[in-house]
């Protein structure tokens, strides 16, 4: 006689509504469209603050003083450097592997050749936390330097982490602009409650695994459509579409075929995402050609999709506008959700460091409805 889980406690498909941990890193209210780091509005971070100095925020809470800051900056650009293994380890991966694949093979190598990966101390923990933060944007950049068959451009520490990733990528010191839109969208990914890859993060850590391990199942759980990597899906879906007059028919059509439209709806968010209004503002400046019907074209499915799906509680969500600011810098379209996760790993860290305080193994129960008493037939006896 199988015992089944007491119904006392409740299922829920997908976990919707469940509560699986207490933190203070980021509250979204999602009826009303707000989402604040450590009590300070995303709005604010993104007008005053820089990717860095939000990472420290979210890791330490409280926000630095000039010096703590300066450390800060100091320890990341020492670990910025690819080790002379590493490039070549990289050399030898496919061409034509998706560049998450890239970088989760990447923070693996990293782990396996740091003697210190594996600690339950939060110093030694935060300590490995930057060296990963660090070195994200070095692999990202790396890969793609050298699958298109070119050198791999060592970093430069006089810049910020998000002009540097720029400067690695297309071995060009950005302008100022651009690093800082990067740097914006930057801010605006770091964390955003429990999602799909916090949530992995935390499970893996949970069995105090070490943190190299937390980041890889984080980066493989980002990597999905229905999470990190719709904003890939949704710069395809605009150029299929192509301008904004085809716009009405093809959202027609899309939606009597209820497919889901990528860069559109949450979980929590049943209101216009903030985040999702802040890159707007930044694509609405764009001024390449591309990238301005890309734009024209997006804000028509807004319309569409506001129209035809708002009283659902859909609207745009971060991804349906990042994709233009990323294609503006030049950034390849399968680069987009690596540059997801190399900001989204300050969150994953901060929430592993946060939920260590008071470990407790993630261990939920299923409902089997499968058969029972089955007798075991031998092999020749089968069908
Ligand atoms: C984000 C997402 C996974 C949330 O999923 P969820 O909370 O499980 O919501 P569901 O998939 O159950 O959708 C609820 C309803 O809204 C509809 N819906 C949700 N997102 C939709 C979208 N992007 N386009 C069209 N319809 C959508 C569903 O079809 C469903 O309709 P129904 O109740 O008539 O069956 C989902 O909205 C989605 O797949 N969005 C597209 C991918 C994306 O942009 N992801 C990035 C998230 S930041």
Do not use: C
Request: aromatic residues 10%; hydrophobic residues 40%.
């Amino acid at each position: 006689m199988i015992k089944e889980p007491s119904m006392e406690f409740r299922y829920s498909r997908g976990l919707e509504g469940v509560i699986a941990a207490i933190t203070s890193l980021s509250r979204i209210d999602g009826d009303e469209g707000i989402l604040i780091y450590r009590g300070i509005p995303i709005e604010s971070l993104a007008e005053n603050s820089t990717f860095e100095e939000t990472t420290y925020f979210l890791l330490y809470g409280k926000l630095p003083t000039k010096k703590e800051l300066d450390d800060f900056n100091s320890e990341l650009k020492e670990y910025r450097a690819l080790s002379e293994d590493e490039v070549d380890w990289i050399k030898k991966f496919p061409k034509d592997a998706h560049p998450m694949d890239a970088l989760k093979t990447s923070v693996s190598l990293m782990g396996m050749s740091d003697p210190s990966g594996w600690q339950e101390s939060k110093e030694a923990n935060l300590k490995i936390a930057i060296k990963i933060i660090a070195r994200i944007p070095s692999f990202v950049a790396a890969f793609d330097r050298i699958r298109n068959g070119r050198e791999v451009v060592p970093a430069d520490k006089d810049l910020s982490l998000a002009a540097n990733f720029l400067y690695m990528l297309h071995g060009e010191v950005p302008d100022e602009g651009n690093a800082r839109v990067l740097d914006v969208a930057l801010i605006l990914h770091a964390d955003h409650g429990m999602n799909a890859s916090t949530f992995g993060t935390m499970v893996t850590s949970s069995t105090l695994s070490d943190l190299y391990s937390s980041i890889i199942t984080g980066i493989g759980t980002l990597k999905g459509p229905l999470h990190g990597g719709a904003n890939e899906k949704v710069v395809a879906m605009l150029k299929e579409i192509g301008s904004p007059d085809k716009v009405e028919g093809a959202m027609k059509k899309a939606l009597a075929e209820r497919r889901k439209i990528m860069g559109f709806g949450h979980r929590v968010y049943k209101a216009y995402d903030p985040r999702a209004r802040i890159l707007k503002e930044y694509a609405k400046k764009l001024t390449g050609k591309e990238e301005s019907l890309l734009v024209q074209t997006a804000i028509k499915v807004e319309e569409v999709m506001v129209r035809e799906l708002s009283k659902k509680g859909i609207f745009p969500n971060v991804d349906f506008y990042s994709g233009f600011v990323y294609k503006y810098l030049g950034i390849p379209t399968d680069l987009f959700t690596p540059i997801f996760a190399m900001s989204r790993v300050s969150g994953w860290v901060a929430h592993v460091v946060e939920y260590r305080e008071a470990n407790r193994i993630f261990r939920p129960r299923a409902i089997y409805n499968g058969p029972v008493g089955v007798e075991y037939t031998p092999i020749d006896e089968r069908e």
